[in-house]
């Protein structure tokens, strides 16, 4: 199956008496939720969406976020939606906001489309925390903020249930750099690359340009790709056709430092093929991987052009690949997914170079609209795109059922 473009194919605990009665009516709702029975018999559960977000993919997450809120609310669940402008704060939209036809411009200004807000996002979450039962979040933000442990930690404080990677794998996911560091050390392949702080950048910039020129001269290939260590979207990403000028370097890191005060410098691979796996699963005994996917790029790499652009990228979810590298794929996805501890779903994204395969990077909250490479590999494999987003509810109210939630009393101090 050939889909066409794919936006975003391109991720508390003890209180009072009166915190933890209120935990307790809502753990009672998630365990007649979260039980054994198959997905399509259990109760319906309240879910918020929260969409938008104060990053690049804002309106991606529009798309996506309503598409979730859709197919869930066809499964019977009562679905509300949640609006984070780029500003940070948040909105309790109506139903008709919901509506996919509203265009992307119209969410700029939440009042006229009906509402009520704005909350700064600690109130907004207490608020849906002190409905009875709370509502599970279904978070369908992208990029910072998001999907960076961010907004999950704000729903750990608050006690809510959410989807997806927790707070440390939401943040290692996000983080390049912290994301290679780990799975390198546990030999799975990733591009040669060096970590650049602008730190060390504003303390000796000629040893920092002269020592990634090294580096470029150590590869095969000389040129290096420099992207920010937590960002998506392909934003602040550049090509140094040549580091030894220092000029064309000293710009390339100029323009990811603009966005973060980390970046890093990794070998280029030339047009590489793009392959994308996705996972669902709380951990290793229940994880299923679909895909892969691949991604085509029109233009020099997937940037946030071929990526955004109607028309410029294609994709498809049956892609030539052979036996022996399918397998590979589905080993490092799983691999790499529970090395960092993923919870609920992510995607897992492989570059493909002279016959080498590497190890990307991992997106915990990929594109999810409905023709997103996510959503569509496992459509290929026989999960719809409802399926799919039930699929990963029922995941995050497991993960709560099963969860020990502490409640100290002085008498359990040391
Ligand atoms: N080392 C590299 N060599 C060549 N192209 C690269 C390299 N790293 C990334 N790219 C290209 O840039 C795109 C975006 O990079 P990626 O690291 O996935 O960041 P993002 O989180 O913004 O998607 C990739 O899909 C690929 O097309
Ligand atoms: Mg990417």
Redesign the pocket.
Known sequence: MTTGRVPGA?AGDAGDAGAAGARGVRGAARDDIAGDEPVGRRSPVPVAVLLGGPSAEHDVSLVSGRAIAAALEAKGHAVSGWLIGLDGRWWELPATALDPRVPATAFDDPASLGACGPYAAAGAVELLASHDPAPAVFVALHGPFGEDGTVQALCEAAGLTYTGAGVAASAVGMD?SLFKRLVAGLDMPV?PWRDVSLAAFEAGRGAVLEELARFARSLDDPRL?V?PAR?????G?RIVRHPDDPDELADALGEAFRFDDRALA????DH?R?LEMAVLGNGPEDLETHGPGEAF?GRE???YVAKYADGVSRTTTSPDVDADLRARLHAIARAAYTAIGVEGFARV?F?LAGGTLYL??INTIPGFTPISLFPAVCAAEGRPFADVCERILVLALERERRRRRVSLTRADLP
Do not use: I
């Open positions: 391109g390049k591009v790709m992207k960002l998506g979207s392909s934003v990403m990794e070998a280029y691979l590489p793009e790029p790499f997937y940037d994204d570059l990307n990077e």
